[in-house]
């Protein structure tokens, strides 16, 4: 079928005509950045592989991805375990989830894997655009996916240790107690209920939930 496409193409220039019978163009049909005949550019970049045209953007072809990215190709890097090109500075620092770029972002449910945005890598390996990253912290500071931290929030956890210090309970809650499940760690540990948050035991992160009713010690009962 191409090769007589090629050749119906091949008469018509010779007949003054070019292309095959259905349509009429500028030069043959065959994929290639300038025209063997005008030298028109029909691209200032092109992968000869996806057949890409586009404007310089510093493009590169990564064949582990399948697919044609933005670099420059020097600022990247392609993590085989991930499935993705990540950036330099990622290499070695982050933690890989087998093919994790193969599901959608969890904010916007848009394609990671062949989004032209930038993919951040969150402590906890999942992947979000790096402008859903953006947004989401204006809300929330979580991973939408496992509810991990998803930056480093220490400076933060010790603020709230002088607000929770400076706060005290009203007496009827002062030796209350409850079961919490860190969101950080995965530990579990029994501490005293307070209203602005429950402190880990294990990794003194204050993401966490309730996992068991509250409990008032004998003494006080």
């Not at 991805?65 to 990247?76: S, Y």
């Not at 982050?94 to 969890?106: A, F, G, L, T």
């Not at 530990?187 to 402190?199: A, E, N, P, W, Y």
Request: net charge negative; aromatic share 8%.
């Amino acid at each position: 079928m191409a090769a007589s496409a090629w050749e119906d193409g091949a008469r018509g220039q010779k007949q003054g005509r070019r292309g095959c019978e259905h349509y009429d163009r500028g030069c043959l049909l065959k994929a290639q950045q300038t025209c063997e005949e005008c030298s028109t550019l029909f691209g200032e970049y092109y992968c000869s592989i996806c057949h890409l045209f586009d404007k310089d953007k510093k493009q590169y072809h990564c064949e582990n991805c399948g697919i044609c990215r933005i670099g420059p190709k020097e600022d990247f890097f392609h993590c085989l375990k991930c499935n993705l090109c990540l950036a330099m500075n990622l290499q070695g620092k982050h933690k890989c989830i087998e093919n994790v770029s193969r599901q959608n972002c969890p904010i916007c449910l848009e394609d990671i894997h062949t989004s032209r945005v930038v993919a951040h890598v969150l402590p906890c390996g999942h992947l979000l655009h790096r402008t859903c990253y953006e947004e989401m912290l204006k809300e929330g500071y979580r991973c939408p996916l496992c509810m991990h931290s998803a930056l480093d929030m220490t400076r933060y956890w010790r603020q709230l240790d002088d607000e929770v210090a400076q706060t005290p309970m009203p007496s009827e809650y002062q030796n209350m107690t409850v079961d919490i499940l860190c969101n950080d760690c995965n530990g579990r540990s029994t501490v005293q209920f307070h209203i602005l948050g429950m402190k880990c035991n294990i990794c003194d992160s204050y993401n966490t939930a309730q996992a068991g009713g509250c409990r008032i010690s004998l003494d006080q009962q």
